[in-house]
T-cell receptor
């Protein structure tokens, strides 16, 4: 069990650029979540996958955001045409599908949009 | 829809005194409830979870929480605060019987422990 791994740890980009983040969950975990956290706030749900299927996406999420989990293992989160309001910590979590299992979180990717 | 409200954004206690962090939830079904802790520059860690077994749940580091359906509350307590408890605490609800597997976080309570 090597934990949930996220890459990169930090990303600085200019407004209008596209960025992509990667998350590697714990190997036997089939459910994967993306959250966004800004300073002083709790993590905000973005989307989640069970295996390769994206089962739910936040209605508040702009269509500039897209996530994939092509083989049911690692996942990517892409933000197109970044805006300053996208600056946040992006957190990935994984768990085993079942009832009320705990989430294991990665250390996050800190995005700064200049 | 499920939601949680953390009633205090900041709580300060003296070392050795009791801790109370308040959380109220809204759920259409019997929810699962969790408390997570986030220390500065560290990842989120599960303190405890309630999943419709015993209403008093014991977690790590001496924390416990009591599920009160009549009050729709899930407050976190600890008898005696330690300096190392200073962190951000999040109450989380999951409403899985409704068919979704989202975990919804509260806005957090920052706990400060005074020497």
């Amino acid at each position: 069990d090597t934990g949930v791994s996220q890459d990169p740890r930090h990303k600085i980009t200019k407004r209008g650029q596209n960025v992509t983040f990667r998350c590697d969950p714990i190997s036997e975990h089939n459910r994967l979540y993306w959250y966004r956290q800004t300073l002083g706030q709790g993590p905000e749900f973005l989307t989640y996958f069970q295996n390769e299927a994206q089962l739910e996406k936040s209605r508040l999420l702009s269509d500039r955001f897209s996530a994939e989990r092509p083989k049911g293992s690692f996942s990517t989160l892409e933000i197109q045409r970044t805006e300053q309001g996208d600056s946040a910590m992006y957190l990935c979590a994984s768990t085993v599908a079942g009832s009320n299992e705990k989430l294991f979180f990665g250390s996050g990717t800190q995005l700064s949009v200049l | 829809a499920q939601s949680v409200t953390q009633l205090d954004s900041h709580v300060s206690v003296s070392e050795g005194t009791p801790v109370l962090l308040r959380c109220n939830y809204s759920s259409s079904y019997s929810p699962s409830l969790f408390w997570y802790v986030q220390h500065p520059n560290k990842g989120l860690q599960l303190l405890l979870k309630y999943t419709s077994a015993a209403t008093l749940v014991k977690g790590i580091n001496g924390f416990e929480a009591e599920f009160k359906k009549s009050e729709t509350s899930f407050h976190l307590t600890k008898p005696s605060a330690h300096m190392s408890d200073a962190a951000e605490y999040f109450c989380v609800v999951s409403d899985q019987p409704s068919g979704t597997y989202k975990y919804i976080f509260g806005t957090g309570t920052r706990l400060k422990v005074l020497a």
